[in-house]
C-alpha cells in the first residue's frame, strides 16, 4: 500500500470497508513508542479526512491506524469469545505460548487503567487463570528467588547468585508500587485485583508473596490491615536479607487492597504448587530414597529431592543427567527436614538454571531433544569431515625458481 495521503475516493472507500463498530486485530505498526503490539484488538470509532482509522481498543488505547503504514486485519466474521478462558486458548493457538502470554500481559497493563463492568471483570479473571495455569507448567528462571541469607551463600560460594537475586527483589518492590500507581483510574477507585494479576504475570508468586509479607510484617498493628493481609504475611517464609531493599512506597491502605487479592488469587491458583519448580514425582527410588519432586532441564541435567523416612538423614537433594531413558543421580546434600533439603533444592536449581542458562524442559520432549542434538553432531561431523578431505586433497603450490620469479 501507498504510503501517501489517500485520496477523496480512497477515503469514501475505507469508509465503506471499515465502517464503525468493525472489528481489527494489529499486525504492526510503526509507531515505536507505542504500547500496541501485534495481536492487540479493537473497534473502528471512525476514519477521519486525513485516513486516519480511529480504534477503541480493548486494551484501553485509542491510538489510531495509518493507513497504508500500520498492518492490521479485518476479524468482524470470527466468532465472538464467550469468556476469556477462550481468548487465551485462541491467542496461545495463533501466536505461540510465549507470545500469547506478552499479548495477554499487555491486555492487562493496558486494561487496569479503566473502569471495568462486572462482565468485563469476568472475563479478565478467566483470561488470566487459564494463562497462568498453561504458562506456569515449566519454571521460568527470572521469576525464581534464591533462598539463602548472605552468610549462607557466602558459605555455598554463592554471593553472586545471592546479590542478583536480591536486585531483582528491589526492583520488583519498585513494579508493584507502580502497578498500584497505574491502576488508579478515577479520583479514589484503583483497579487492584488486576494489579496484581500483572505483578504475578510479570514476577511470579514467591516474589510478589515475599515482598507483601515483608511490607505487611514491617509496618503492621492492630486494625491497620485485614485478615486476609496478615493469613498472607503470616505464612509467607521471606528469605532473610535478601528482601531488606524491596520496600513498598505505596500508602498501606493500597497495600491492604492490593494483599487482598493476592491472597485470593493465591488459594484459586494453588500457588503453593508453584513454590518449587519442577514437578511433583513418585515411584522412582535411588538407594533406597523416593524421588518426591523432580526438574529436567534443556542441558539434560537435573535435580531431585528425594525421601526415605526410615533413613538417619530422612531428605535428600541430588542432581542427575538423563542419559539413555534413565537417571544417574550423584552429588547428594542430605538433610534432617523437608525445609533444608527444599532450601537445597531450590537454590541448586536457581544457580545452575542462572549460571548455565539452562531452561527446564517436560520429560516427555527429551527424545526431540535428543534427536535435535544428534542432527546437530551429525551436521558438524560431516562439514568437519568434508573439511578435512579438502585440506588433505589440496596440493601444496609448487616454488617458483628464480628465473620465474
Known amino acids: 500500500m501507498s504510503k501517501r495521503p489517500p485520496s477523496k475516493k480512497e477515503i469514501i472507500d ?7 463498530g468493525t472489528r481489527v486485530e494489529l499486525e504492526s505498526m510503526r509507531d515505536p513508542y507505542s504500547y500496541l503490539r501485534k495481536g492487540d484488538r479493537g473497534s473502528v470509532l471512525a476514519i477521519d479526512d486525513l485516513g486516519t482509522i480511529h480504534v477503541r481498543w480493548d486494551s484501553g488505547s485509542h491510538l489510531g491506524l495509518v493507513y497504508g503504514v500500520d498492518q492490521f486485519r ?3 466474521g470470527e466468532p465472538f ?5 477462550e481468548f487465551w486458548r485462541d491467542t496461545a493457538s495463533r501466536y505461540g505460548l510465549e507470545e500469547g502470554a506478552g499479548i495477554c500481559g499487555r491486555y492487562l497493563a493496558m486494561n487496569m487503567r479503566r473502569e471495568h463492568s462486572a462482565e468485563e471483570a469476568q472475563f479478565t479473571r478467566e483470561m488470566f487463570v487459564a494463562m497462568f495455569e498453561a504458562t506456569s507448567r515449566l519454571a521460568d528462571r527470572d521469576k525464581l528467588v534464591y533462598p539463602y541469607s548472605f552468610q549462607q551463600a557466602n558459605e555455598r560460594q554463592e554471593i553472586s547468585f545471592f546479590h542478583d537475586s536480591r536486585k531483582a527483589n528491589t526492583e520488583a518492590a519498585a513494579a508493584i508500587d507502580e502497578a498500584i500507581s497505574s491502576s488508579h483510574y478515577d479520583a479514589n477507585y484503583y483497579n487492584l485485583e488486576m494489579a496484581a494479576m500483572l505483578m504475578i ?3 511470579g508468586f514467591p516474589r510478589v508473596n515475599s515482598i507483601l509479607a515483608k511490607a505487611i510484617r514491617d509496618s503492621s498493628y492492630e486494625g491497620q490491615y485485614s485478615n486476609a493481609s496478615l493469613r498472607l504475611a503470616e505464612y509467607i517464609d521471606v528469605p532473610a536479607e535478601a528482601f531488606d ?3 513498598l512506597k505505596t500508602h498501606h491502605l493500597l497495600i491492604d487492597g492490593f494483599a487482598e487479592h493476592l491472597f485470593r488469587l493465591n488459594s484459586k491458583l494453588n500457588a ?3 513454590r518449587l519448580p519442577g514437578r511433583d514425582e513418585s515411584g522412582e527410588y535411588t538407594e533406597g530414597y523416593e524421588i518426591i519432586r523432580a526438574i529436567l532441564l534443556d542441558d539434560r541435567n537435573g535435580f531431585a529431592i528425594g525421601h526415605n523416612p526410615e533413613a538417619a538423614s530422612p531428605w535428600v537433594v541430588w542432581q542427575f543427567t538423563a542419559d539413555n531413558g534413565g537417571h544417574d543421580f550423584y552429588w547428594g546434600n542430605y538433610s534432617h527436614d523437608l525445609q533444608s533439603a527444599e532450601a537445597n533444592y531450590l537454590a541448586r536449581v536457581y544457580v545452575h538454571m542462572h549460571g548455565c542458562n539452562a531452561k527446564e524442559i517436560h520429560p516427555a520432549s527429551l527424545p526431540l531433544l535428543e534427536e ?3 542432527v546437530l553432531q551429525q551436521i558438524r561431523e560431516s562439514r568437519d569431515e568434508a573439511a578435512d578431505t579438502q585440506q588433505s586433497t589440496e596440493k601444496p603450490a609448487k616454488p617458483k625458481s ?3 620469479r
Request: charged share 45%.
Open 14 to 20: 475505507l469508509r465503506k470497508k471499515f465502517p464503525k
Open 74 to 76: 479485518d476479524i468482524t
Open 81 to 85: 469469545y464467550r469468556n476469556g478462558a
Open 201 to 203: 504475570h510479570d514476577l
Open 245 to 247: 531493599g524491596a520496600v
Open 272 to 274: 503453593e504448587h508453584y
Open 372 to 374: 535435535r542434538r544428534s
Open 402 to 404: 628464480r628465473d620465474e
